[in-house]
């Protein structure tokens, strides 16, 4: 299934997106942020719902304030409630997969990187426990894009987070290009996707571009994912843009 999600929709009001992007997708990856948080919006979600019974949903966990490897003890808990909250907005709505993002190091201290990882590793295996408790619940972690505070950055990183959980990969095609190793992702994570992201860059930065704008090859990474039976979810700066690369994506998949 091909999907959409857009930042920029979180600051137009919840119903009014929805019905928008109900024209031109089947799927809508709910990003919980502004007017689109969640738990705030999951009544108007249960009370619409019905207006768009051919639809399906997945939800990006907030990121904003966020941090579950965060050195503040009172920062990394109340990041913790965030997402837990999430999967529960979740498990209430009937939506089973949430994309999370693993954290980040700390911003004022050097020297402290074994410990946000550490702190990661543990919040996301609490997380990864509160899913199976909540329900049927499926969280994936994502990989992040090259900047220096970001974790997760390559398969190793991603790796060490989350062996040993039971937590699924989100995998980010337009970040993993920025780090220059979309194929050894695919290599390690392919068994373990859950939901794939998809936009594209020149690889110096996260620029989420359309598809066909930047330097992926994006029929080579489709030929690579073979198999995998999720969802494609484009991240697009706007619904304009997402829809010039449904369209590209939709002849790579046929």
Request: charged letters at 20%.
């Amino acid at each position: 299934m091909i999907g959409v999600s857009c930042p920029d929709f979180c600051s137009h009001n919840f119903v009014e997106i929805w019905n928008m992007v109900s024209e031109n997708f089947k799927h809508w990856e709910i990003f919980s942020e502004a007017n689109h948080a969640l738990p705030a919006n999951t009544g108007l979600f249960l009370g619409f719902r019905d207006d768009h019974k051919d639809m399906t949903y997945s939800i990006h966990a907030p990121i904003a304030d966020i941090n579950i490897a965060s050195l503040n003890e009172r920062i990394r808990e109340a990041s913790f409630m965030e997402i837990y909250s999430t999967i529960e907005s979740a498990k209430e709505m009937g939506i089973r997969t949430i994309t999370i993002h693993p954290g980040i190091y700390s911003l004022a201290v050097g020297g402290m990187k074994e410990r946000s990882i550490a702190n990661a590793k543990l919040a996301l295996k609490m997380l990864s426990h509160s899913a199976r408790s909540v329900g049927d619940i499926t969280l994936a972690v994502e990989n992040m894009p090259s900047f220096p505070i970001m974790m997760g950055q390559t398969p190793d990183e991603l790796g060490e987070l989350v062996d040993g959980t039971d937590l699924s990969i989100c995998f980010d095609i337009g970040h993993a290009n920025t780090m220059n190793c979309i194929n050894e992702f695919i290599d390690r994570f392919k068994d373990r996707l859950a939901n794939v992201h998809i936009h594209d860059n020149m690889g110096d930065r996260d620029a989420h571009l359309g598809l066909g704008e930047g330097n992926i090859d994006f029929e080579a990474v489709i030929s690579k994912l073979k198999g995998y039976t999720g969802n494609y979810i484009i991240e697009a700066k706007s619904l304009e843009s997402a829809i010039r690369s449904k369209v590209v994506l939709e002849k790579l998949l046929n």
